[in-house]
């Protein structure tokens, strides 16, 4: 069976084109990416992302059939735009249909600045304001301030995708203030990953993305030191000597 070393059960919005590809393209061997699709509109309302939590459940419903070892919950601002109770809520809807555990991006998002002790990060982004202001004050409630926050300004969700990575290099590179301790790319619809480690290595500090955050999460969660070595500083902390290596909780019933 495909999986052998773990199972990744993948949500993403049906508008979603970059986050399943670019999970294949770093998946090591023995790890399968498994995904199902939220039912929505292609425009980043609040009513659609409100009603990507309920979607969500139907999701879960199918790609929890191929037992996963990891859930990934695979919307950023599906995730923040109600604050961190709803999305603790979300992980634990989730991890009851799918009898496994459930992480988030806006979830990956804290968690990885936090553990990076970053406390001051820029922020980039294709959300209109009205998305940007909740992800701020999400992070705020997980001690983490905005410096700066550069956008790309798109309703259309799909439209996200067609922003190039030169295109995102450039906006990380206008933005970055001096102040900033680690820049943030939210939005799994964002072709961020591949110009992670030049952006790092140009502003000499932590870049990280939405697809990279949930990434580290899963194989965290799975306990899979997965050898991703050339998309940013985040999942090579995987590969370094002392990294958690925890087994996977299975949730299912014998």
Same mark, same amino acid.
């Given at each position: 069976? =495909? ?14 084109? *970059? ?71 979300? @992980? ?32 980039? *982004? ?60 939210? @939005? ?19 870049? =990280? ?9 899963? =194989? ?35």
């Amino acid at each position: 069976m =495909y999986g052998w070393r773990g199972r990744i059960g993948l949500l993403v919005p049906s508008i979603n084109t *970059t986050m399943e590809t670019e999970f294949w393209k770093i998946a090591p061997p023995g790890v399968s990416v498994h995904t199902a699709r939220i039912a929505g509109g292609r425009h980043g309302t609040p009513e659609t992302l409100r009603g990507m939590e309920d979607a969500s459940k139907a999701a879960a419903r199918d790609v929890g059939m191929v037992e996963p070892d990891v859930v990934v919950y695979g919307c950023t601002s599906g995730s923040f735009f109600e604050g961190p109770t709803w999305n603790k809520k979300i @992980c634990e809807q989730l991890t009851a249909i799918t009898k496994a555990p459930t992480v988030t991006t806006a979830g990956g998002m804290a968690a990885c600045l936090q553990a990076g002790g970053f406390k001051k990060v820029d922020i980039v *982004t294709p959300y209109v304001e009205l998305t940007n202001e909740r992800l701020k004050h999400f992070l705020k409630a997980h001690g983490i301030n905005v410096v700066k926050l550069g956008t790309f300004d798109m309703l259309d969700m799909f439209d996200h995708a067609k922003i190039t990575p030169d295109e995102i290099y450039r906006k990380v590179k206008e933005l970055t203030s001096p102040k900033s301790e680690a820049v943030f790319v939210a @939005c799994t619809q964002l072709r961020a990953l591949e110009v992670l480690d030049q952006l790092e290595r140009d502003l000499g500090k932590p870049v =990280y993305s939405a697809v990279q955050a949930s990434a580290w999460q899963a =194989y965290d969660v799975m306990g899979v030191d997965p050898q991703i070595l050339n998309c940013g500083s985040l999942l090579r902390k995987l590969s370094e000597p002392g990294a958690s290596k925890k087994t996977v909780k299975k949730l299912r019933s014998a």
